[in-house]
């Protein structure tokens, strides 16, 4: 559902030029409040920033899996996904709208919007869909403990999965079950919020049930019995426990905060643009939600790698700013962690949450 940037776009026509030639041709744009030469340089300042970094941190992160090879665990195959996802949807997705931004148009008709409008929905769907499997997965393992060694099998089976459902949702449009189109400032493509039909209504009601509003509440699920969780043991353990909760609620709290301010403005817009009277969204309105969902590809690398002590060692010392290779020892996590289980005891019926400790060799007694 990257739907990057909304259509208010009824009055946009399709025709062919004399040379066969497929292209999209807008009659009224002045009557439809296009964006003016000065707000089209700020799009393109934008989207040049937003594709700049955007490969830029997603490139670094592919970088630390080529070259660490502790990086390369079952949980961080997650992390991978969501990198990878993130720098096609620059490199496929931004590239195009930027220099269309550039030029004050859409640049490749209409062919090229059904494709511009899909892969970027694929992928952007993936990179969100990997989020949720990423905040299970952190839920399950801080609170239930499993004995096994790494199983790759799960992470690959949920990385397939993850592109299948996006799939199963975007190529709906391609085969006439709604359509993608034109949208926002006229310099990007996506599904075609106002088309006025039952056909059209009923994808966008399943787009924005199972692509949005259900991976909102599997978050905030998991999140909410992690960080139930974490005060558990605060309870037992007042020093370490407790910097724990602290650290991992900065990171809930950060990560439902972003997905939220990313995702939640561009969905309302759709829905308004999708239900409500028509031009309801003018594209001027339209472009600022959008261009929020495209940071995602900017913010998430920050988020899902910069505030994991393990990626973040193994960065320093990729630019040599750790003195301690990011390979020493035994492992790259530290060498006391603290690991929460959740075991269903026949204790008053309740559930009780036992903090254990593992320790390296050169940990201390707490």
């Excluded at 620059?90 to 590239?95: A, I, M, S, V, Y």
């Excluded at 817009?269 to 594209?283: C, E, K, L, R, W």
């Excluded at 505030?307 to 060498?335: I, V």
Aim: charged share 15%; net charge positive.
């Amino acid at each position: 559902m990257d739907s990057r940037m909304f259509s208010g776009q009824d009055a946009l026509n399709y025709s062919f030029n004399q040379s066969g030639d497929m292209e999209l041709v807008d009659e009224h744009d002045e009557a439809r409040g296009r964006l003016s030469p000065a707000g089209f340089v700020v799009l393109s300042v934008v989207l040049g920033f937003i594709m700049t970094f955007g490969i830029l941190n997603n490139f670094v992160v592919l970088l630390l899996f080529c070259k660490f090879k502790k990086l390369r665990t079952p949980v961080n195959m997650l992390l991978l996904n969501i990198s990878i996802s993130d720098m096609l949807v620059c490199l496929f997705g931004t590239t195009l709208s930027f220099a269309s931004s550039i030029r004050g148009r859409w640049l490749l008709g209409r062919s090229g919007c059904s494709w511009y409008g899909f892969i970027n929905s694929c992928f952007g769907i993936v990179s969100l869909i990997s989020l949720v499997i990423l905040s299970y997965d952190r839920y399950s393992t801080l609170t239930v403990y499993n004995k096994r060694g790494p199983d790759y099998r799960k992470p690959l089976l949920a990385v397939a999965g993850a592109w299948l459902y996006s799939l199963f949702w975007t190529v709906p449009p391609l085969l006439g079950w709604s359509s993608y189109g034109i949208e926002g400032a006229g310099t990007s493509c996506s599904v075609s919020w106002t088309v006025k039909t039952t056909q059209s209504h009923a994808y966008i009601i399943c787009l924005f049930t199972f692509c949005l509003g259900l991976p909102i509440l599997v978050m905030l699920y998991c999140y909410s019995r992690l960080l139930w969780a974490v005060k558990q043991v605060g309870k037992i353990r007042k020093t370490a426990a407790r910097r724990r909760e602290y650290h991992i609620l900065f990171m809930v709290l950060t990560t439902a905060a972003c997905y939220m301010l990313c995702w939640m403005p561009y969905g309302v817009v759709a829905m308004m643009a999708t239900f409500g009277p028509p031009n309801i969204i003018s594209p001027v309105a339209s472009v600022v939600p959008s261009l929020l969902a495209k940071s995602s590809t900017v913010i998430n690398p920050l988020i899902y790698i910069l505030m994991n002590k393990q990626f973040y060692r193994c960065f320093l010392s990729l630019f040599h700013c750790n003195r301690q290779p990011a390979d020493q020892g035994n492992t790259s996590m530290p060498s006391k962690t603290t690991v929460m289980q959740l075991n269903r005891r026949v204790y008053s019926n309740t559930v009780a949450c036992t903090p254990e400790v593992t320790k390296g060799p050169d940990s201390r007694q707490t």
